[in-house]
């Protein structure tokens, strides 16, 4: 099974000659990986599609020495589509159009001090000072969810909440909830536990006489067909602490979809990292050649704004139905990119004008996953998984004005 273990500029190596420990999970078609999957090697774990037991199509190739990745399109095992590579810290080192391996369309290149976007909003609003498009009716509003109780702790047990960011009760079509409590008992045993959640958000484990600490939870939801790994936050600064049973321990969590993370905020939110985000990601980039009518294209001035249109196509992966919304974003000529980060995570379809500084607008049109070289009115921009570890995939997006 080829497996993408090389870096940008070479090829993937040919079946049974990497001589490198493999394992892949995922869906098969005439006794070969078909659909989705992941692939780890000794150096490299993909997650993504695969067809008649290659990597091609859609997916998140992670280098686990320096936690480098590429997100994108493939074929026959290599790099080949629109795609971006990533740093270890989550900041972009290339974004274009690959073929075979090889970066040949370079996305415009960011100035150093290019002028800071308006950050995300938190996860109880619509991102990005977005407004209700006027001809879209919103949705009756959904009835409130069922607050989840507050839990005390008692001496001898651990107990909490898992809940969402206004305290009710998760949402969505969730497969499991993870928790985790690990210690050393006063006899001198490791001890771990895993506690269940009660069907109101609740849970309460019983501890053995010693010290203990928790470990990070994770909810696992689906969206349909695909299946989503989140990370649940712990609230306060002590959930990995020791703590003494004989006092009680109380620890909550709370799911978030949208906003900052602990990353995030420790590090000063950057409105252009969507690692800093919980949201899901969509890079929008302002492409300088149409390679479908092989012709060079004009940047709008300066002075311009860029409004997209976001139609949720789906409910979020925790079960909100959200009405369609507009972001705006000044366009500046010298970045040439307008990342779209902290999305609520639904199926979404994005469209666009450009609002010309005399008031006039022009149709933005984009080229999507598996559009090229093609560009087309709307961008679709289906939730897709992360990989093991990961959350959502960032999709990237080339636009050009009509």
Known sequence: MPAPTR????????????????FYAGEFRNGR???????????????????DGRVHGHGVLT????????????????MHGRGTTYRGDGSVAQSGVFE????????????????PLPAPVAATTPPVAAT????????????????????????????????????????????????????????????SYSPELADDGSYRQRLAPGQYRFGTGAVTARLGEREFRLPLEPVGERWNRNRDAADGIAQDFVWKTTGPTPYGRSSGPDANNHTHWYGAHVRAAWQTWRADINKGTT????????RFTVRPLSPTVDGQQLAPFVVERDWDPRTGNKDLNDLPPADLEITGVVVLPDG?????????????????????????????????????????VD
């Open 7 to 22: 870096r940008p500029g070479t090829s993937a190596p040919a079946p049974g000659r990497t001589g490198r420990y493999f």
């Open 33 to 51: 990986p078909a659909g989705l999957g992941v692939l780890r090697t000794g150096s490299s774990l993909y997650a993504g599609e695969f067809l």
């Open 63 to 78: 280098f686990l020495g320096d936690r480098s990745k590429y997100v994108g399109e493939f074929r026959e095992g290599n």
């Open 100 to 115: 075979a391996g090889v970066l040949r369309q370079a996305d415009p290149a960011p100035a150093l001090a290019p002028a």
């Open 132 to 191: 209700a498009p006027p001809a879209a009716a919103a949705p009756a509003p959904a009835p409130a969810r069922p607050r989840a109780p507050a839990v005390a702790a008692q001496p001898g047990w651990a107990a909490g909440r898992v809940a969402t960011v206004d305290g009710s009760r998760l949402g969505g079509k969730l497969e499991e909830v993870v928790l985790s409590i690990n210690g050393i008992s006063i006899a001198g045993e490791r001890v």
């Open 299 to 306: 940047p709008p001035p300066a002075g311009s704004r860029l």
């Open 360 to 400: 006039s607008s022009k149709p933005m049109r984009f080229q999507g996953r598996g559009d090229y070289p093609n560009f087309k009115p709307a961008l679709q921009a289906p939730l897709t998984p992360g990989g093991v570890g990961g959350a959502y995939a960032p999709l990237n997006a080339g636009w050009v």
